[in-house]
């Protein structure tokens, strides 16, 4: 009777955890089938993710035109960008950015980066922006975004230099203003790609600053 009864008991140990391994197995199945679809579509969500092109523009640019982004700066707080072709060509966070105006030059039939400054329109030298005026190689695509005070320096023969750019707004830029820009040396007429806002404190967005701007789009390759 004692042999018979371990024995029964053994069965009903045996049979407990033969049970308990099978519930767990068939839990263990269910959930991954249960996880399986989520997975599937939460890859699938990702590949209906808006599709941004260069520069972040929502659109790829026609063949023969370049791709660009150009914000000013805001207030005296951040600091201006430029993108050209999907590059960044000045940036607060390349660190090559100044109050003023900020200048990049572009050869305008490859697209490759000629060059970038940043000309401190309040207490620099203006000579040194007139110097650089002067010197912009046939070609060239000048690039412009201003932060902070753009205009306290300029004098009439910066402003002449780039309204030859091609700038409909160089004679009237003043301290403060925000400004964005894109012409070439010697343009014929007036440049489409620019964008002006005027320091008025009735209608600026910042203290003591009028909105930042941006103007993003794709431009021709030269010539215009």
């Known amino acids: 009777m004692r042999v018979s009864g371990v024995l029964r008991l053994l069965a009903l140990i045996f049979a407990i955890i033969t049970t308990w391994i099978f519930v767990r197995s068939y839990m263990s199945a269910s959930m991954k089938t249960i996880r399986l679809p989520r997975w599937l579509a939460a890859s699938s969500t990702k590949e209906t ?3 941004k092109f260069k520069c972040g523009l929502t659109k ?3 063949a023969n035109y370049f791709a660009f982004k150009i914000c000013s700066g ?3 707080v951040v600091g201006p960008s430029m993108c050209f072709e999907d590059h ?3 940036s607060p966070v390349k660190n090559n950015v100044g109050r003023g105006l900020n200048i990049a030059l572009v050869n305008g ?3 490759a980066v000629l060059g970038q400054r940043a000309f401190d329109m309040y207490s620099g030298d203006v000579k040194r922006l007139v110097k650089f005026l002067k010197e912009i190689p046939e070609g060239a695509l000048v690039l412009v975004a201003s932060y902070d005070d753009p205009g306290t320096k300029m004098e009439d023969e910066s402003r002449k230099l780039f309204s030859d750019l091609g700038s409909s707004y160089a004679k009237q830029l003043g301290f403060r203003d925000s400004w964005v820009f894109i012409g070439t040396k010697d343009f014929r007429g007036k440049s489409p790609f620019e964008q002006f806002l005027k320091n008025n404190p009735d209608t600026n967005k910042y203290e003591g600053w009028p909105e930042l701007l941006e103007m993003e789009g794709c431009l021709p390759r030269k010539p215009f």
């Open 109 to 111: 039939t490859t697209g």
């Open 49 to 51: 993710q808006v599709v």
């Open 74 to 76: 805001a207030a005296n």
């Open 88 to 90: 960044v060509i000045m």
């Open 60 to 62: 790829p640019c026609p």
